[in-house]
């Protein structure tokens, strides 16, 4: 059981540019969850999903996009990176509801 | 807006003595709230969640209280060990309105051998 997995570990972008971040998660879980973590503050969601082809805005949601094709996979797009992005991404997965959260080991994204 | 609140300094103890984080809230009656570890480097690790018709929990050496009247989560950890030594985030289910869980800060824990 790998648990949820993240890729990749770390990344730069130069302002402008795109790409997608990969959570995969092995345990059936139908909730899955994009945060991004910041110094002195708290995990802020996102974007969220309840189930395979579902997904929804969670706090902070601007300049980001997702999907949920296959119900083990969370893709978080960001279609044109601003230095603001700047941020460690973390995915988590659930059962059922946003207790217990599975988390996975987190990608570190620079934005210059 | 709600708004959670935990210890921004660090907490630093002696191996052996009882550690003991806290977490406020204001603006918000959560259903639950839970209680995760991070370490350097990781994703946080979920510990133990607490509802809001439960004053207290406990597994192991954690111990959780929950006072919805004054709006505050108290973390214990008793016979600490250095290697309890992480950041410790607390976590309000804001459930109304949307399906969102709200994360405080966190306290870095440092415990001296």
């Known amino acids: 059981n790998a648990g949820v997995t993240q890729t990749p570990k770390f990344r730069v972008l130069k302002t402008g540019q795109s790409m997608t971040l990969l959570c995969a998660q092995d345990m059936n879980h139908e909730y899955m969850y994009w945060y991004r973590q910041d110094p002195g503050m708290g995990l802020r969601l996102i974007h969220y999903?309840?189930?395979?082809?579902?997904?929804a805005k969670g706090e902070v949601p601007d300049g980001y996009n997702v999907s949920r094709l296959k119900k083990q996979n969370f893709l978080l797009g960001l279609e044109s990176a601003a230095p603001s992005q700047t941020s460690v991404y973390f995915c988590a997965s659930s059962y059922q509801g946003p207790e217990t959260q599975y988390f996975g080991p987190g990608t570190r994204l620079l934005v210059l | 807006s709600q708004k959670i609140e935990q210890n921004s300094e660090a907490l630093n103890i002696q191996e052996g003595k009882t550690a003991t984080l806290t977490c406020n809230y204001t603006n918000y009656s959560p259903a639950y709230l839970q209680w995760y570890r991070q370490d350097p480097g990781r994703g946080p690790v979920f510990l133990l969640l607490i509802r809001e018709n439960e004053k207290e929990k406990r597994k192991e050496r954690l111990k959780v209280t929950f006072d919805t009247t004054l709006k505050q989560s108290l973390f214990h950890i008793t016979a600490s060990q250095p290697a309890d030594s992480a950041t410790y985030l607390c976590?309000?289910?804001?459930?109304?309105?949307?399906?969102?869980?709200?994360f405080g800060a966190g306290t870095r824990l440092f415990v001296k051998a």
């Open positions: 999903s309840v189930g395979e082809g579902t997904t």
């Open positions: 976590a309000l289910d804001i459930g109304t309105g949307g399906f969102k869980t709200i």
